[in-house]
């Protein structure tokens, strides 16, 4: 572990040759491709361009180091899964440790997923998936498994009731569902992979899910930010056949206790003054949303310039789902 720390801090520091002089504030994120990389690209690309902020975006190998970099003060900012970080402030699933130092920004956006299958399968529920395949294992990716489980249990099933294949991440596992390995994959609604097997095996829908007050209770037995909402056909959204219920978490923009107040309000300032700009830049970000930002989530806090920030703009925190 403390040959990771130092690695990871030698590659940061070798990143930031030649801005010494300057404040770099930095946003940790997964491999170059993943959603939250293009997002965190977005942002700091604004807030160079409007906050005067010198902003890197830094990626890493997955969700733990990423948190890890937050908590230990090598990066500022990050990008990630409400659900994920609060297990990681716990110390529990994928977290050997607590990360007590991490503290939410904002709520940036609702994160539909979904498991989905090939149009002419036959399927249309997470139900039908009974005694059918399922990708499991997720070496690569474990923070695919409480999502699957989550799906199955709005679908009124479990691991026990489907055929579990191994894969080990998001695009593997939607190219062996094209292949015909698994009979279904998981993914986020809107994702442009959804597209590319639309096209290359004639069709492909995402399966629906009960939005029960019981499914909700079951649901949020596996992460407690989970909730359903509601999502509309439209053309990004390949897959979303008709307007149907997804298990739903929150993206949201997570900084270390080590940040200055004067820092996050800087980027808070950015990213709620520059919305529209940073919503046509990538799409997703259109539900950026000043009155829906300030959102209270189960074991984390805000960091104190966030309470400020929103306060200041009057607006109250809203409940959790």
């Not at 659900?83 to 539909?112: H, K, M, Q």
């Not at 039908?128 to 999502?147: C, E, M, N, T, Y």
């Not at 799409?283 to 930002?293: C, V, Y």
């Amino acid at each position: 572990m403390k040959f990771m720390k130092t690695v990871i801090a030698v590659g940061f520091a070798i990143g930031l040759a030649g801005t010494a002089h300057a404040q770099v504030s930095s946003i940790s994120t997964p491999p170059q491709g993943s959603v939250w990389n293009t997002m965190a690209t977005v942002i700091a690309g604004k807030a160079r361009e409007s906050g005067g902020i010198r902003m890197v975006v830094q990626p890493y190998g997955g969700n733990a180091q990423m948190m890890q970099s937050v908590n230990e003060g090598l990066a500022e900012f990050s990008l990630n899964d409400v659900n994920d970080v609060i297990t990681a402030v716990e110390g529990s699933g994928e977290y050997e440790a607590a990360l007590t130092n991490l503290r939410v920004v904002a709520r940036i956006n609702p994160f539909p997923i979904g498991l989905y299958v090939k149009e002419n399968s036959g399927m249309t529920a997470v139900a039908d998936l009974q005694g059918k395949s399922v990708p499991s294992g997720w070496d690569a990716f474990p923070i695919a498994r409480p999502h699957i489980t989550a799906i199955l249990a709005a679908g009124g099933l479990t691991w026990d009731d489907v055929d579990q294949v191994p894969v080990p991440e998001l695009i593997r596992g939607s190219d062996d569902m094209a292949s015909g390995r698994v009979d279904s994959a998981f993914f986020a609604v809107g994702g442009p992979k959804v597209a590319e097997v639309d096209a290359s095996v004639g069709g492909v829908r995402f399966l629906t899910v009960d939005p029960s007050d019981e499914n909700l209770a079951e649901i949020q037995k596996v992460r407690p930010a989970f909730y359903f909402s509601e999502v509309t056909p439209a053309p990004p959204r390949v897959g979303v056949k008709e307007s149907m219920a997804f298990v739903t978490w929150d993206n949201i923009l997570v900084a270390g206790t080590h940040v200055s107040d004067e820092q996050v309000k800087t980027l808070l300032t950015v990213l709620f003054d520059e919305a529209a700009a940073i919503g046509e830049a990538y799409p997703p970000l259109r539900a950026l949303n000043l009155e829906t930002a300030y959102k209270a989530y189960p074991g984390v806090e805000y960091h104190p310039a966030a309470v400020a920030f929103f306060e200041g703009r009057g607006v109250a925190q809203g409940a959790a789902d």
